[in-house]
């Protein structure tokens, strides 16, 4: 089995049709590629239609669990996994069609334990925009010298895997948060030995109005916090490099960020900023990341923080 493709599903009848079409759609024989459709407690009518398709193709099995969240479908999708790479697919989103041959013979080119990808991101608003992801310059690189020196789009979708990799360092996603993408990709990075990136545009990235990405709540804010706890927690159990632990250091300054821009910070309330603060001053990363910021912008930010936060936030209309 040369591929297994792994695709969580709960409450997307919308868009697995869509999905699943893409998946068939493609220049391997079905003998050569497993579709594991993970039925995460579906409430809609996604596990009829999942069956649908089982019924008539031979390479799709549906294995059905109680609800577990996307990383635990995710992981149950791994532990049926028999190809030798595996492909992480959202079930709102597609694959370009043939792919999969031409991504399979890359990564044997390369002996790749993990491959990098190209993206479109279609908007609601019906607008697209393209990710060509950066290849390292020397190519075929170990994933510490990748993670440290390339910036990617932390999506487990946009990375394709040796099982035997995931397998063998018991890499699995963090389970009973969100953003798990985010704390799994630099793990995988730590183990891989040989990376590279393909420069095509294989995926097909849907923004949805159900989407978690597109939601700003107070617990991604504070499953964000958790992925900084988990960062320290590989650190601390982990032999890294000097080059390793600056990428984590950089991957923790954009979480920040992100967090604490006006434009996220203050749609929450005075008390959750507050929980939210004193959440991030814990974490051994708030002063690097602090450090870490050349933009004037966010510098003013901070200062304003640690100074009052109330003021800060009484500055709401004015601060953009």
Not at 14 to 19: A, G, I
Not at 73 to 79: E, V
Not at 176 to 187: A, Q, S, V
Not at 201 to 230: H, P, Q
Request: hydrophobic share 40%; glycine share 4%; proline share 3%.
């Amino acid at each position: 089995m040369l591929f297994s493709l792994v695709i969580p599903i709960y409450n997307v009848e919308k868009y697995l049709e869509r999905c699943v079409l893409s998946l068939l759609d493609q220049d391997l024989k079905a003998s050569e590629y497993e579709i594991i459709l993970v039925n995460d407690g579906t409430k809609d009518n996604s596990l009829a239609i999942a069956e649908k398709f089982e019924s008539g193709n031979r390479n799709i099995k549906i294995i059905s669990q109680d609800n577990k969240g996307l990383s635990g479908a995710r992981n149950t999708g791994l532990k049926h996994a028999t190809g030798k790479y595996v492909w992480f697919i959202d079930s709102d989103d597609k694959i370009v069609s043939n792919c999969l041959k031409g991504l399979y013979d890359f990564m044997e080119v390369g002996n790749l334990d993990v491959a990098h990808l190209g993206f479109t991101h279609f908007f609601n608003d019906g607008s697209e925009t393209v990710y060509h992801p950066k290849s390292h310059p020397d190519g075929v690189v170990t994933g510490e010298k990748f993670f440290s020196e390339i910036q990617t789009v932390p999506t487990a979708w946009s990375f394709v895997h040796n099982r035997k990799n995931l397998i063998d360092n018991n890499l699995e996603f963090f389970e009973g948060i969100i953003h798990e993408d985010e704390e799994f990709l630099p793990r995988v990075m730590f183990f891989a030995k040989r990376v590279q990136t393909l420069d095509k545009l294989l995926y097909a990235y849907f923004e949805n109005s159900s989407s978690i990405m597109g939601t700003k709540s107070l617990k991604s804010d504070l499953n964000k916090c958790i992925v900084l706890e988990r960062f320290q927690f590989f650190i601390q159990s982990h032999t890294c490099s000097k080059r390793f632990v600056n990428g984590l250091n950089y991957r923790a300054f954009i979480i920040f960020q992100t967090m604490l821009m006006p434009s996220s910070f203050l749609t929450h309330s005075p008390k959750d900023q507050a929980l939210i603060l004193e959440k991030l001053k814990t974490s051994s990363f708030y002063p690097i990341a602090w450090k870490g910021s050349f933009n004037p912008k966010f510098i003013l930010y901070k200062t304003l923080m640690n100074i009052d936060l109330k003021f800060y936030t009484s500055l709401r209309k004015f601060i953009k």
